[in-house]
């Protein structure tokens, strides 16, 4: 029974942190439109330019679909990380962190929140614009069916794991650490083969490449897309990295706010 | 009877200041403490220990029986903070502060809860605006009403009348001793403001680089130290002069 309680307790503390972000969102017109904008704007881009290009070559009218299935691909990397990201900033921004860290909410509740409200504003972003897609291009990312499913929750994982440890980061360090949050996912960007097959990477960065979940998924999609064939092992590979990344990120984020508590930085989270 | 809140030998080192310097006290369940000092005192750092919010170097720290940061969770729904330098979200108004705040410490009866803080406190009028459209003074309020949302058994406070007018400051002062003796509650109170600790305080801590210079009532440290204020004792105090004063008398 005292589990029970516990379980409702932290669940009921988790709410409140989802709450509390959905207030935020509901308040801000620019904050809900920006979640839709700039996945929007990738949209368009990529899907004209391969719209351009398969007139023009028969290799890319055979692989139509490809390029915005990259793009929406990436967006639920990098805008599922950024959910997670902006999230946490808000406290930060708004100086309530100490407020939060004094109060029964535990640090893994309050990554919990941050983990549904990464979903929550993805959704907000991303299912319009795959409706875009299909009313634009008739590209229909839901007819890739249960691989969809898998890509995803290989994508969300990693990027909640990046996440994590920006969190911690920022714990630690402060908001001069800000701009992690922005561009860390986007050094990995051109190692995680987004728009290009992996072998086209000389061969030592495609070592580099493979130890990256995202990879997985990107060939993943590209195998499916260009030659019809699900290739569950990439999937399965990318699941175990993306179990070792996780871990990795929930004992750095917990060291982070250990070392900030030792440094006294949870007193001053400015710059 | 048990301390509500005991700290014994307790040190905090940053790289190679020493902010907390083996300090040691036991607050009585019920009572009102000042913690005085100047800037760097340590005040804040002590505060924070106490919280859980920065880790001691060395030194125990028991709150209502919970050893501190270790068993934090056991008590962290009956203790609570204000202070001026911490915020609450701007955008969210301030009922939904309070709502958010009342789940996080799991209050019962909320929505009862938070009308009858706003009634207390003055915020019925402003608990559909949002936080950062509100003046200092009314701010004030509303972080005043999120440190007592859960009715704590333990309310620590870091100068909680800051940039406040006489006028609201005493007001604040009124509704903190109010709350006291209705619920009991011991209260450790960091402050430069003499008049605010003179008036509310039955126990003074006064620190000085770290370290605890004096510990009395406020009543007998002017006898001590021949002053009439506790302005004229935190000058002796921060001048060095207060052994020379008591040696002499």
């Known amino acids: 029974m005292p589990q029970t309680r516990a379980l409702a307790l932290a669940s009921q503390r988790i709410g409140a942190m989802v709450l509390r972000y ?14 839709i904008y700039w996945p929007a704007m990738q949209l368009f881009v990529w899907g004209f330019l391969q719209f351009y290009v398969s007139q023009n070559s028969g290799f890319f009218a055979r ?3 490809v390029f915005i299935a990259a ?3 990436w967006d639920v990397l990098f805008r599922g990380q950024l959910g997670f990201s902006v999230s946490f900033l808000e406290e930060m921004w708004s100086r309530n962190l100490s407020n939060l860290l004094i109060s029964p909410l535990r640090p893994i509740e309050f990554v919990c929140a941050l983990m549904i409200m990464s979903l929550i504003r993805l959704a907000i972003g991303m299912v319009p614009v795959t409706l875009l897609a299909i009313a634009f291009f008739g590209f229909n990312l839901y007819g890739l069916g249960i691989a969809l499913a898998a890509f995803f929750a290989n994508l969300i994982l990693t990027s909640w794991a990046v996440g994590m440890f920006v969190a911690g980061v920022l714990l630690r360090n402060g908001m001069g650490a800000e701009s992690l949050a922005w561009t860390l996912m986007f050094l990995i960007m051109p190692l995680t083969c987004v728009y290009y097959p992996v072998n086209v990477l000389p061969d030592w960065l495609q070592v580099i490449a493979w130890i990256l979940p995202p990879t997985y998924v990107f060939e993943g999609m590209r195998a499916l897309i260009m030659e019809q064939v699900f290739r569950a092992d990439l999937m399965a590979e990318a699941l175990v990295l993306n179990a070792v990344y996780f871990a990795a ?11 900030a508590r030792r440094a006294g930085s949870l007193l001053q989270t400015g710059e | 009877m048990r301390p509500a809140v005991s700290v014994d030998q307790l040190i905090k080192v940053y790289k190679s200041t020493r902010a907390v310097d083996g300090i040691s006290f036991a607050l009585e369940p019920g009572s009102i403490t000042g913690l005085l000092g100047g800037n760097g005192a340590g005040k804040t750092t002590t505060i924070a220990m106490i919280l859980g919010l920065v880790l001691p170097t060395s030194g125990t720290i028991e709150v209502l029986g919970a050893e501190m940061p270790r068993q934090r969770y056991r008590v962290l729904h009956k203790v609570n903070f204000e202070s001026p330098y911490m915020d609450m979200p701007h955008r969210l108004t301030v009922q939904q502060n309070l709502n958010v705040f009342g789940r996080l410490y799991a209050v019962n009866h909320l929505p009862e809860r938070i009308a009858s803080l706003a009634a207390e406190l003055d915020l019925l009028d402003l608990l559909d605006r949002p936080v950062g459209k509100l003046s200092a003074g009314q701010k004030t309020r509303v972080a005043l009403a999120k440190a007592l949302i859960n009715a704590p ?4 406070l870091d100068e909680p009348t800051a940039s406040l007018d006489p006028d609201t400051a005493d007001w604040v002062r009124t509704r903190l001793e109010q709350f006291r003796k209705r619920r009991g509650a011991t209260l450790l109170l960091a402050s430069h403001n003499m008049v605010e600790v003179e008036r509310l305080c039955e126990r003074v801590i006064i620190m000085k680089s770290g370290r605890i210079e004096d510990d009395d009532t406020p009543g007998r440290l002017l006898v001590r130290y021949g002053r009439d204020t506790l302005e004229q004792v935190f000058l002796d105090v921060a001048r060095g002069r207060g052994h020379t004063r008591e040696a002499a008398q």
């Not at chain 1, 990120?249 to 706010?257: E, H, I, R, S, Y």
């Not at chain 2, 058994?153 to 620590?156: C, F, G, N, S, T």
Request: proline residues 0%; negative net charge.
């Open chain 2, 153 to 156: 058994e333990v309310l620590l």
């Open chain 1, 63 to 65: 692989a139509s679909g």
């Open chain 1, 249 to 259: 990120a929930v004992l750095a984020f917990f060291a982070l706010l250990d070392s």
């Open chain 1, 22 to 35: 959905v207030y935020l969102l509901r308040s801000s017109w620019s904050r809900l439109l920006e979640l």
């Open chain 1, 71 to 73: 793009v929406l691909m």
